[in-house]
T-cell receptor, first 108, second 116 residues
Framework: EDKVVQSPLSLVVHEGDTVTLNCSYEVTNFRSLLWYKQEKKAPTFLFML????IEKKSGRLSSILDKKELSSILNITATQTGDSAIYLCAVDDYKLSFGAGTTVTVRA | SQTIHQWPATLVQPVGSPLSLECTVE??????LYWYRQAAGRGLQLLFY??????ISSEVPQNLSASRPQDRQFILSSKKLLLSDSGFYLC???????????????FGPGTRLTVL
């Protein structure tokens, strides 16, 4: 059975800290890995990664995929209170399988 | 641009009552549509997906059903709700170009259902 595991489950940081979130997966036919940010309601798309070793960046957020290690990390630098959210990782192997998410709380 | 709507936003229903949640997508044709449930502290569980009108695939056995009466309308139903049906229900879409369940999915605002 396909599996997507995120760690840690939750963390609390202070504004300005750097956060690193992990996602590991076991799927049969990997196509891509996606990161979403979920605040109060709908998850919003952050990144889609298909190639190993190529960093995707958007402002203070960046992500990289390691196909050899079957994992991805999402980094958030200089965190702000607006970064508080659940970060979801999903792996596409002809269907999307989601991890349980990492809840990030950024305190002022 | 494309927009996805869900309603109602919140719902409180007694056990044994029926359910109907609606999802519509604007600004695109022939999308793939999905229903997910998110229980507290858990990831998104895919319930149903549809690649076209009247075409529904179920991922998990349950007392819920889905229908797609029109190209951009997806409905989640139940005849008799259980306590375990409580959760956050999300509808999502992606372009139906290849009719595979892949590629980035875009989510609606969700419906929070509480069954008492």
């Amino acid at each position: 059975e396909d599996k997507v595991v995120q760690s840690p489950l939750s963390l609390v940081v202070h504004e300005g800290d750097t956060v690193t979130l992990n996602c590991s997966y076991e799927v049969t036919n990997f196509r891509s890995l996606l990161w979403y940010k979920q605040e109060k309601k709908a998850p919003t798309f952050l990144f889609m990664l298909t190639s190993s070793g190529i960093e995707k960046k958007s402002g203070r957020l960046s992500s990289i995929l390691d196909k050899k290690e079957l994992s991805s990390i999402l980094n958030i630098t200089a965190t702000q209170t607006g970064d508080s959210a659940i970060y979801l990782c999903a792996v596409d192997d002809y269907k999307l399988s989601f991890g349980a998410g990492t809840t990030v709380t950024v305190r002022a | 641009s494309q927009t996805i709507h869900q309603w109602p936003a919140t719902l409180v229903q007694p056990v044994g009552s029926p359910l109907s949640l609606e999802c519509t997508v604007e600004g695109t044709s022939n999308p793939n549509l999905y229903w997910y449930r998110q229980a507290a502290g858990r990831g998104l569980q895919l319930l149903f997906y549809s690649v076209g009108i009247g075409q529904i695939s179920s991922e998990v056995p349950q007392n819920l059903s889905a229908s797609r009466p029109q190209d951009r309308q997806f409905i989640l139903s139940s005849k008799k709700l259980l306590l375990s049906d409580s959760g956050f229900y999300l509808c999502a879409w992606n372009p139906g170009l290849t009719k595979t369940r892949t590629d980035t999915q875009y989510f609606g605002p969700g419906t929070r259902l509480t069954v008492l």
